[in-house]
């Protein structure tokens, strides 16, 4: 691009046509889940940006009692850090990123499974700010308010996650978070965890991804209204990426997330896509998201 400014200490540039892509990870985790996306995108000429939600990546809380040797009693009583974020929170700070890519040219949103939460509130704040919104197996609440509210439906009735109970430690709702023990050496819950999350990965890259993770997750977040309004976030072009082996938020309930928001908006409805894998298994074959990705209209 060609700088245009009138003050050569600070150059600006001319928009590009070339759209940026603003990633945002889902619950537990950080920018670090996008880097082989990222190198795909790179490979194919984009331009990235993947966030770190407030209090996530290296400002994520790691207390001592959760390292080895692990002291789970002392971390139960551990005040969280993650406590008094909120949703508004997450929506603040991403909508701010996307102030400053915008300057540059086509915004497209990017969010996986609890992000999903997030990039519809900034299209709730800023829809022309955002030229589409793509949800990877992630949280597109339409009909009701919140993930929580969802996972009582039949639709999630195919889900994992009741056997991963034993993995939280703490009470949630005197903690504000909740907190599992992604450091456990119990074989059954990481077998568990396995089937939910990342079914279709070797032992080895499961527990590659698990030490990517923290462990808290803050509950006004997960409990928050994060619906998508026709009148803003209705009118941006918007693309669901369907996970046909998740088994943390299963197909079922993506095609019901997808059907309430075409039914929304029936003028603009999903652009559909389907990837054969479990909940993280695309970042296993990240060049088929990627490429997924680079064929968006923009």
Known sequence: MTPVSSNP???????????????????CSNSLMWAPV????????????????????????????????????????????????????????????????AEHGPVVLVGSSLGGM????????????????????????????????????????DNLLAPLAPLNVGRPAELGVGRANYRTADPAMLAALKAAIMADGTEEQFRAFLNLLQPDE?????????????ETWG??????????ADRSLPVAMQDRLIAEGDALTPDNPYDVHTLDTSHVGYLLEPAKLAGILDQLTV
Request: aromatic content about 8%; proline content about 6%; charged content about 20%.
């Open 9 to 27: 200490s600070r150059p600006r540039y001319a928009r590009d046509a070339n759209p940026t892509f603003v990633l945002v990870h889902g619950s």
């Open 38 to 101: 990222q190198r795909e995108l790179a490979l194919l000429g984009h331009r990235t940006f993947a966030v770190d939600l407030p209090g996530h990546g290296f400002d994520a809380q790691y207390p001592a009692a959760y390292q080895a040797p692990q002291d789970l009693d002392a971390w139960a009583a551990e005040p969280s850090t993650l406590a008094g974020v909120t949703l508004q929170d997450n929506v603040d700070m991403v909508t701010g990123i996307v102030r400053r890519v």
């Open 118 to 157: 997030t990039i519809t509130g900034v299209a709730n704040t800023v829809p022309d700010l955002v030229n589409r919104l793509v949800y990877v197996s992630a949280w597109a609440c339409v009909q009701r308010a919140n993930p929580i509210e969802y996972m009582q439906e039949p639709e999630f009735g």
């Open 218 to 230: 803050s509950l006004a977040v997960m409990t928050s209204d994060a619906r998508g309004r026709a």
């Open 235 to 244: 009118t941006v072009a918007r693309t669901y990426v369907r996970l046909t």
